[in-house]
């Protein structure tokens, strides 16, 4: 299995919240899956670092590093993802249900790779059909 972790998930984990450590090292150390993060994630995570430079924010982001460096490596944001992307927003703008952009990347990415995502926002990725979904944190 492979799982794709979104900021929220990599927040947790990188400031030991939740239960996101001990899930991460049953399921990847223990259990030999892969992760991958999706490059919007990576752009939001680096974002939040580079604009609280902190102390600790900078350990932090040696601790990104060190977890980035470890992703299965492949292409990301595929032409196929980006029309994932396209068909989910249609979707979801018509019956209401509209996520942020970001989101929709990130589900499209999952769907396209038939990733399961890591997320506390289970709330607003549910409204995507056939994407998997666990929260790591509880």
């Known amino acids: 299995m492979i799982y794709a972790l979104d900021a929220n998930t990599i927040s947790y ?11 991460f090292q049953q399921s990847i150390v223990k259990d030999g899956n892969l992760y991958a993060i999706p490059f919007i994630v990576v752009y939001e995570v680096r974002r939040w670092l580079r604009y ?29 993802v980006w029309e994932k992307a396209t068909d989910i927003y249609i979707t979801l703008k018509r019956t209401g249900n509209l996520i942020g952009d970001a989101d929709i ?20 990725f549910k409204r995507i059909g056939g994407l998997k979904l666990i929260d790591w944190y509880q």
């Open 52 to 80: 609280n430079p902190t102390h600790t924010i900078r350990a932090f982001g040696r601790q990104f590093d060190a977890l980035f460096k470890n992703v299965m490596s492949e292409a990301d944001m595929s032409y196929d």
């Open 13 to 23: 984990f990188l400031r030991g919240e939740g239960n996101v450590d001990t899930h």
């Open 105 to 124: 990347l990130i589900a499209a990415y999952c769907l396209v790779n038939g990733y399961t995502l890591v997320t506390s926002n289970i709330n607003d």
